[in-house]
């Protein structure tokens, strides 16, 4: 038999136990080609540059382009 508590944990114990698992917005950064929003260290998703230079070919809908 596995053992049990003897008494019952205050919810307050708890939440700071777990203070650190709450969620964090993401740090997001504005794309200097575009200006639109993207997130650090990565190739721009609406543009496809990253550190100035085209890094990523970007698809256009036919209806995009238009």
């Known amino acids: 038999m596995t053992p049990l508590p003897k008494r ?3 919810k307050a ?5 777990r203070s650190h698992m709450a969620l ?10 575009c200006r ?3 997130l650090p260290h990565t190739a ?3 543009c496809g540059y990253y550190k100035r ?3 990523v ?3 256009t809908t036919k209806a995009a382009a238009e």
């Open 57 to 59: 070919a970007i698809k």
């Open 44 to 46: 721009c998703p609406s």
């Open 36 to 38: 639109n929003a993207r």
């Open 13 to 17: 114990r708890q939440g700071k136990r």
């Open 24 to 33: 964090k917005p993401a740090g997001l950064t504005t794309c200097p080609q």
């Open 8 to 10: 019952k944990y205050p």
């Open 53 to 55: 230079a085209n890094a």
